[in-house]
């Protein structure tokens, strides 16, 4: 079973910052948060990931609580284009371990 | 990032026949391979991990028998799909791993539909 916990559904408007959060309440000290997401029949995309300290890169921000029980996605400028599943995963550090995918979110950007 | 491609993207098969779907990373060797299985509103269920040169590991609820799995090289891991039928319909995704722990980069699917 997944070991986080997600809205169903969020919605956002073309422009504006879309903010996903994950519950993952049972993280370990040894575990990252990943984000993946699905657009409609394609392969899952990375995002961002993270331990315990903020990270940025050129697709979103990753705000992980100080508890690390939850971390919250950021789309700073939502496209149309980022209407997708996205997908937050708990994974041990190191090696090359099996993502479980629970059902998301589905991020709708309206125009 | 690195590229992962699945060959054929989508394919139409009888029922009682069997299917092969490859799965490449293009630029980086994967020691690891992962195979899912999506159906339509559902999420990701992943079937099996394949380590180049040893057998696969299955998931609970997986026949090895029927999803045959081969990963011979270090950039290419196969599904066989054998005595497909139509409850067999899916989206079966790849993903690599080798590039650093814990990055897997996923192919773009294959559509598979047994009529």
């Known amino acids: 079973d997944a070991k986080t916990t997600q809205p169903t559904s969020m919605d956002c408007a073309e422009g504006r910052a879309a903010n996903l959060p994950c519950n993952h309440s049972?993280?370990?000290?040894?575990?990252?948060v990943y984000w993946y997401r699905q657009i409609h029949s394609q392969g899952p995309q990375y995002i961002i990931h993270g331990l315990k300290n903020n990270e940025t890169n050129e697709m979103a921000s990753l705000i992980i609580t100080e508890d690390r029980k939850s971390s919250t996605l950021i789309l700073p400028h939502a496209t149309l284009r980022d209407t997708a599943v996205y997908y937050c995963?708990?994974?041990?550090?190191?090696?090359?371990?099996?993502?479980?995918f629970g059902k998301g979110t589905k991020l709708t950007v309206n125009p | 990032g690195a590229v992962v491609s699945q060959h054929p993207s989508w394919v139409i098969c009888k029922s009682g026949t069997s299917v092969k779907i490859e799965c490449r990373s293009l630029d980086f060797q994967a020691t690891t391979m992962f195979w899912y299985r999506q159906f339509p509103k559902q999420s990701l269920m992943l079937m099996a991990t394949?380590?180049?040169?040893?057998?696969?590991?299955?998931e609970q609820g997986v026949e090895k028998d029927k999803f045959l799995i081969n990963h011979a090289s270090l950039t290419l891991s196969t599904l066989t799909v054998t005595s497909a039928h139509p409850e067999d319909s899916s989206f079966y995704i790849c993903?690599?791993?080798?590039?650093?722990?814990?990055?897997?980069?996923f192919g773009p699917g294959t559509r598979l539909t047994v009529l």
């Open positions: 049972t993280i370990s000290g040894n575990e990252y």
């Open positions: 993903s690599a791993s080798g590039l650093a722990a814990n990055e897997q980069f």
């Open positions: 995963i708990v994974i041990r550090v190191g090696g090359s371990e099996k993502l479980v």
């Open positions: 394949s380590n180049e040169g040893s057998k696969a590991t299955y």
